[in-house]
């Protein structure tokens, strides 16, 4: 196509947008208030996924170790589960490393329990291995399979937290996805249907321009600039309005809990890209949209 003809069919896609004032409003309303939704979820189901993966990251079994247990036994008992093909880590956890751990966990604003401190001499705990699985979903299948094994005095899993962080992961990501989705689609009909009416106004015009030879690409390619500037026109709001404000979100979030565990993605890249993705949604919705309704008409 020459490039004279393209700049004819963008001034008259970008021309009919004015045309139809109320309409080309009505619909980037609805574009930008669907964007604004897709957005917000988004946002919310990445970071959801980011405080998921921190937790699961610390799903671990603890394996405590028979006090009869030799060197050589522990050695041996260490190789067999290294050798578990569900198993990322395994880790030895001396006793005296234990109850340190133990101890810094329970102190109270730096300054370690008495009670415990006095435990030192007489160490009731026994030598460990912390497990580490390669994926937080056979956490439980290691813990039973480890169970099996001798020289071992307890074996320990966080089951209900794990099956209780999974389905709760999955339900959230379905749910998600769903109104993703929902949100889509409706934004592609908004488009779809807005430019179906102007194509109903102009519906002689179409019958005139094949009946003079008009191919069925000329008569699409305004419309599908039509469509491109409303998709993106829609998405320009949704894009400044989720940057500020997860920015100020994220800048209070940091200020008033930065002690928390909770972590937040970062504004960059993530939130970056997912703006950039919100644009792309909105253009390829638009184009889509305006391809789907026109493809109808031409049928004339």
């Known amino acids: 196509m020459k490039l004279r003809t393209l700049g004819r069919h963008g001034k008259e896609g970008l021309k009919n947008l004015g045309r139809n004032g109320w309409m080309t ?6 574009v930008t208030v669907a964007l604004l939704l897709v957005g917000f979820f988004m946002a919310l189901m990445l970071n959801l996924n980011h405080i998921t993966d921190k937790i699961k990251d610390d ?3 603890k394996a405590y170790i028979s006090r009869t247990a030799t060197q050589q036994q522990v050695d041996q008992l260490r190789e ?4 578990l093909p569900l198993v990322g880590s395994v880790d030895f956890v001396s006793k005296e490393e234990g109850l340190q751990q133990l101890i810094e966990s329970m102190s109270t604003e730096g300054e370690p329990s008495p009670v415990l401190e006095s435990l030192k001499n007489e160490n009731p705990l ?3 291995f912390v497990i580490k699985p390669k994926r937080p979903e056979d956490t439980i299948k290691i813990a039973e399979k480890v169970k099996t094994f001798e020289n071992l005095s307890d074996v320990r899993a966080a089951k209900d937290t794990v099956r209780r962080l999974l389905e709760v992961t999955s339900i959230s990501r379905n749910i998600g996805l769903v109104l993703i989705v929902g949100l889509l689609f409706t934004t592609v009909f908004l488009i779809g249907n807005t430019i179906k009416l102007t194509i109903v106004s102009r519906r002689r015009e179409i019958e005139i321009m094949k ?3 008009a191919t ?5 390619w305004p419309f599908f600039v039509e469509g491109l500037s409303l998709g993106i026109l829609g998405s320009v709001l949704p894009v400044t309005l989720l940057l500020s404000a997860y920015q100020s979100f994220y800048h209070f979030f940091y200020t008033h809990y930065a002690t928390t565990f909770i972590e937040l993605i970062p504004v960059n890249p993530q939130i970056y890209l997912l703006s950039t993705g919100l644009v792309m949604i909105g253009a390829v919705i638009g184009v889509w949209g305006s391809i789907t309704s026109v493809r109808k008409f031409l049928r004339i």
């Open 216 to 220: 069925n690409g000329f008569i699409r």
């Open 211 to 213: 009946l003079v030879g």
């Open 59 to 61: 799903v671990e079994v």
């Open 80 to 83: 067999k589960i290294s050798s």
């Open 25 to 30: 409003f009505a619909s980037i309303s609805s």
């Open 126 to 128: 026994p030598d460990s």
